[in-house]
């Protein structure tokens, strides 16, 4: 039935995420274009100025358009959770034979598959604009440098760089899954009440963020304290106080994953309030 669910879900929000994706693409080829254009000044100098003002307009565009990336999987996600769980929707879903668990079980993979998607796509985006043909040629010797230096600083640090590297990996997911669970949580706890429900629910977005952050920045100095380093500062101290720090910060998220999916959870199965 888990299968059955994120289908369904990659089908619903497929329809917006691809034209976004696709779109952002397309803006980004178009002010390439622009860019090789002005730089070219074809046509005398009014049309290199029409091409620098068009440059200048799409770029403002494509910075707008890496923050809509950012934003579209969780905005997505979350508009999803409120019609499909708490609104009149809520009627035919939860009579589905079918726990609340696997539901936002499968709304979290989903968002957490577009979140990946959306960072390629930022990506291959700024690889397009930041990049020329004779660029691209200088790759794959660019790519084998790295990984002959990440081969030696790998066996300097006795396998610590790959194992911060799949710490930041799952800081980065679990982060993401953080973020959709607090916008659920926040619209759980708002769709319980009958009057006001868009602004409490609003008002808790910012009370819950607000918190994660503040134990993010006291768990930031808890970690600063506990490690002493030498005046000498060293690869294996910096790669000490990495590890500690993203340890803690793993476990950090995956608490607060447990916190806000009980709400949510709780909420929603106890609370709910469809009027």
């Known amino acids: 039935m888990l ?3 994120i289908k369904h879900e990659f089908r619903a929000t497929s329809r917006i995420m691809w034209p976004i994706f696709a779109g952002m693409l397309a803006l980004t080829l178009v002010m390439r ?33 890496l923050a809509a990336l950012c934003l579209a999987p969780l905005v ?61 040629r200088t790759f794959p010797a660019l790519f084998g440098d790295l990984f002959s230096a990440f081969s030696q600083l790998e066996d300097s640090l006795r396998s610590g760089a790959m ?19 607090i916008v659920y949580a ?11 429900k868009s602004a409490i629910t609003a008002v808790l977005l910012l009370v819950f963020y607000q918190l994660v952050q503040i134990a993010g920045l006291r768990l930031t100095f808890d970690v600063a304290d506990s490690e002493r380093f030498s005046q000498a500062w060293s690869a294996h101290a910096a790669m000490s106080f990495a590890h500690s720090f993203f340890t803690m910060a793993l476990v950090g998220e995956l608490v607060s994953c447990a916190i806000f999916y009980l709400i949510t959870w709780y909420f929603t199965t106890r609370k709910l309030n469809l009027e």
């Not at 620098?52 to 403002?60: A, D, G, I, P």
């Not at 980065?172 to 669970?181: A, F, N, P, R």
């Open 3 to 5: 299968r059955k669910l």
């Open 33 to 65: 274009a622009a860019m090789y254009m002005t730089n070219r000044y074809w046509g005398g100098f009014d049309t290199a100025r029409f091409f620098s003002t068009l440059y200048s307009l799409l770029f403002l565009a494509y910075i707008f358009g």
């Open 76 to 136: 997505l996600s979350a508009v999803r959770f409120r019609n499909h769980i708490l609104r009149d929707e809520g009627y035919l879903t939860l009579t589905l034979p079918v726990s609340i668990h696997r539901l936002l079980l499968s709304k979290l993979i989903v968002s957490a598959v577009w979140y990946a998607a959306a960072f390629l796509v930022m990506a291959l985006t700024m690889l397009v604009v930041s990049t020329t043909w004779s660029d691209l």
């Open 163 to 181: 194992l911060l590297i799949l710490q930041i990996f799952l800081a980065c997911v679990l982060g993401v899954i953080v973020s959709t669970l």
């Open 186 to 196: 926040a619209y759980a706890v708002g769709y319980s009440f009958n009057r006001h």
